[in-house]
Every structure is written in C-alpha cells, then in structure tokens.
C-alpha cells in the first residue's frame, strides 16, 4: 500500500491550493479517507475525512470549516483538499491517511500514511 502526496507549495494569504492523494496497491472502497497537518513544534491533528463510500459525513477541523473541502475520485483511487483563503496559521506539512471505515479522523485511527507535503503560507 502506498500513498503519495502532492499539490503543497508556498501562497500568500488568502490564496489557494489543492492537495491530491494517489493510493496504490489497494481499493479506496470502504475505507476513511482523509488529510492530516503537522506544523513545527505541534502534534499532527486531522484537518478533514470522509468515508470512501459516501459524500455524507465528512468531518472538517473547526478551523478549516468553510474554507477546506475534501473530495475523492474513487475511479482514481484518490482523494483530494481543496483549500480557499488560506492563512499563515494553515502552514504545516500535510499529510494523507487512510483507516478503516467505522473510525474517526483521528492520527490513531489511520493504517497508512502518505510522504507529508509542505504548505507554507506567507502574511
């Protein structure tokens, strides 16, 4: 199984970026997806999930609600975050996960976990 991610780079505030996670070596299907960050000195939090089966439930970190969206393109195995009005404090590395399908978007939840990639958001 592997998972790599791709899309980080440096914006200024207010900008956007998407981020894209390709999986191989298995099946999106019934699994949760999702996206995870991990800025310098702070531990690694979930910043958005879904379940791969449905478009319902998909949790966001209060902090990103309104302005990160997650997708995911099942025919591709892959999933997505979209991230409008970014601001300094969205600066981390982040990182894509997958777990199974009854569990929350917690790091302890997931199996496996993609190379992290930098966003850097500039005031």
């Known amino acids: 199984v592997q998972l790599q991610a791709s899309g980080g780079g440096l914006v200024q505030a207010g900008g956007s970026l998407r981020l894209s996670c390709k999986a191989s070596?298995?099946?999106?299907?019934?699994?949760?997806i999702g996206w995870f960050r991990q800025a310098p000195g702070k531990e690694r939090e979930g910043v958005s999930c879904m379940r791969s089966t449905t478009d319902s439930e998909r949790y966001y970190l209060d902090s990103v609600k309104g302005r990160f969206t997650i997708s995911r393109d099942n025919a591709e195995n892959s999933w997505y975050l979209q991230m409008n009005s970014l601001k300094p404090e969205d600066t981390a590395v982040y990182y894509c996960?997958?777990?199974?399908?009854?569990?929350?978007?917690?790091?302890?939840?997931?199996?496996?976990w993609g190379e992290g990639t930098q966003v850097t958001v500039s005031s």
């Open positions: 996960a997958t777990g199974p399908p009854l569990v929350s978007c917690d790091v302890s939840g997931m199996n496996f």
């Open positions: 070596g298995f099946s999106l299907d019934f699994w949760t």
